[in-house]
């Protein structure tokens, strides 16, 4: 006989079981009897929860993000700051980012929302984080402060997701090197 779950070990469980239903056959096959079943409970367990898929996906991508929050370093280079998230994200993220752009692009159609709406409200703090290297790199000199708009920010890691999703695999080293340093630096020094 399984043992019992409860509280946030059960939680934990229903959104794993979730995770790896999504994993396993995207959105357009994801139902919450398939969690249910693959979570080894009852639908009165799940739906006490979560009252429909919509809800389900939403805590589920929350806990897997919260899972792997992304490490904001501080080696005291704008370089090498940078080259620390985008091989955590490059090592940890790139099966997230796959999922959330292709196995939900029938949720997206279906519910009428961004990926962006799907994000973890946790991540305004990481990109607090991140805009700490930032501000750390113009007290350094290493950047300009009117050339740090959001969207160069953005840019190295939307490089690194246009990579990943366009090859569905983890980027090279020589692909971040270059990102970084060739097309990211040029523009905030």
Known sequence: MPERRHGA?????L?????DELLSGGYARFTMD??????????PVLY???????AL???????VLRENVLKVPDTGSLREDILAILRDINTNRVQLMTVMSVYLASYHLETGTSPAELLDP??????QAVDAIYDRAVERGEAGAERLTDRIKAL?????????????APASEQVLE???DTMFLPLVR
Do not use: C
């Open 34 to 43: 398939a969690v249910v079943k693959r979570a080894g409970t009852s639908p």
């Open 15 to 19: 959104l794993d079981a979730a995770w």
């Open 57 to 63: 996906v939403r805590a589920t991508l929350v806990h």
């Open 122 to 127: 946790a991540d305004a703090d990481r990109k």
């Open 178 to 180: 270059e990102i970084v």
């Open 9 to 13: 070990a059960l939680e934990r469980a």
């Open 156 to 168: 190295p890691f939307d490089l690194l997701r246009h990579e990943i999703l366009t090859t569905y």
């Open 48 to 54: 006490r929860r979560w009252s429909d898929r919509d």
